[in-house]
């Protein structure tokens, strides 16, 4: 069992403010894992991706990268998805040359299309991203699609595990705080473990922050509105999560995501070592 914590993104307080400079400040910060953020595209030369990762090998550093938000693999315009494609190939080739593990991100908007036509759409999509990355050799980096916070994003929790199943080299990134908007304000964090458990994998990716959710008039559902740090007493509450991943003596990774990013990341590494886990 081995546990990795860390930001999405530099932290807060990074003086420099580089993806270099984020990851030394990690590494002074006694945490163990960074989130590339990529967020506004893909900017990084392949030089640099190969310095990151050098650097992170070095410090001990567990990388992960977010592929850029302008992602739509439900689009109906050939163009539209095209360079949705392009933007997470972009991504899996800096993260092949940072050695990052995967690469997340949010797959789409079910728009005109039914969840099941939308469904469709995002396994073609990922069958051929993947041909195109095992073609490329970069085969190692695995496609993290994320549950998503908003009823109109394609990207419920048993989509996500669906896609997984049938098509290899997909893996779900599990966004704690977007099931907890979405599902209107409740989670059940075993109840999601065993979703999961029929993939049999080595290793979760994760995001966690607090959220502030607006809830969906009749549905019981609700729609994301901001992420909120962990220490205003914000919902959900991860203690039970941190004990049911001792419990259950997962490998994960938990990236903060919250405004407080490393503030939180230390937070969340603390509950840890009160229930005995040591880092």
Known sequence: MKIWIGTAGVPVSSKERSTVGGIKRVAELKLNAMEVEFVRGVKMSNKMAEEVGKVASELKIRLSVHAPYFINLCSLEKEKLEASKKRILDSVERAHL???DVVVFHPGYYGK?????AYEKVREACEDLLDRIKEKGWGEVRLGLETTGKISQFGELEE?????????????????????????????????????SALKMKHLHTHFSGMEFSPVAATGKGNERRHLNLTEGAKPDYKPLVEEILKRKIDITLISESPNLEGDALFMKEMFEKNGYQF
């Open 98 to 100: 940072m050695e990052a």
């Open 160 to 196: 996500i595990v669906r896609i997984c199943k049938e098509v290899k080299g997909c893996h779900p990134v599990v966004d704690w705080a977007h099931i907890y908007a979405r599902n209107g304000g409740r989670i059940n964090f075993q109840e999601i473990f065993e979703k999961i």
């Open 113 to 117: 299309l039914s969840k099941e036509e």
